[in-house]
C-alpha cells in the first residue's frame, strides 16, 4: 500500500460486532484484549482533509 502526500491515516482499525471483521466493538472495546478500549483517530470512519482550526482569540 502507498500513500502519497501529507495528512493523518485514520480508519485503520475497523469497528464492528463481528470478531472474524472487526478489530474492536462499536464502543471502541478490543475484542482480543479485554479490558483495552480504542479511543482515537484509527476507529473513525473517514475524517476532514485538513488541519481543524485554532480557535479565535477572545
Known amino acids: 500500500?502507498?500513500?502519497l502526500g501529507a495528512?493523518?491515516?485514520t480508519?485503520?482499525?475497523r469497528r464492528g460486532t463481528d470478531k472474524s471483521?472487526?478489530?474492536v466493538a462499536p464502543t471502541g472495546r478490543s475484542h482480543d484484549?479485554?479490558?483495552v478500549w480504542v479511543a482515537g483517530s484509527s476507529?473513525?470512519?473517514t475524517a476532514?482533509?485538513?488541519t481543524p482550526p485554532s480557535p479565535s482569540p477572545p
Open 1 to 3: 500500500m502507498r500513500f
Open 7 to 9: 495528512g493523518q491515516l
Open 11 to 13: 480508519g485503520t482499525m
Open 21 to 23: 471483521t472487526s478489530v
Open 33 to 35: 484484549h479485554p479490558g
Open 43 to 45: 476507529v473513525f470512519p
Open 48 to 50: 476532514g482533509t485538513a
